[in-house]
Nanobody
Framework: VQLQASGGGLVQAGGSLRLSCAAS????????TGWFRQALGKEREFVAG????????SYSDSVKGRFTISRDRAKNSIYLQMNSLKPEDTAVYYC?????????????????WGQGTLVTVSS
């Protein structure tokens, strides 16, 4: 499966962005999908994940309550709604397809990685 993330951009602190991840080549409906991010000079970290049927979601503590992950089976896509953005949310955001049905925060459970989209939050 090929994944393409989009929707990044420059936003002021407190603002919102919605990231999209479109899949081609295979359905996303059989596996969990996740969003990760990597800030400059830092390791890639888990942000949010959603199960294959959308019934289970998982978030990192740093984004819980501000970000919402969702999926659209008809469009074979997942989304990340990001509200109340903070400068520390600045990073390249990646979507990834897992080898499991439920989301995991561990990178080694993800095999299909899309190209990232840059999110910059100004103070």
């Amino acid at each position: 499966v090929q994944l393409q993330a989009s929707g990044g951009g420059l936003v002021q602190a407190g603002g919102s962005l919605r990231l999209s991840c479109a899949a081609s080549g295979r359905t996303l409906s059989n596996n969990a999908t996740g969003w990760f991010r990597q800030a400059l000079g830092k390791e890639r970290e888990f942000v949010a994940g959603i199960s294959c049927n959308g019934g289970i979601t998982s978030y990192s503590d740093s984004v819980k309550g501000r970000f919402t992950i969702s999926r659209d089976r008809a469009k074979n896509s997942i989304y990340l709604q990001m509200n109340s953005l903070k400068p520390e949310d600045t990073a390249v955001y990646y979507c990834a397809g897992a080898i499991t049905a439920v989301p995991s925060s561990a990178m080694n459970y993800y095999r299909s990685w899309g190209q990232g989209t840059l999110v910059t939050v100004s103070s």
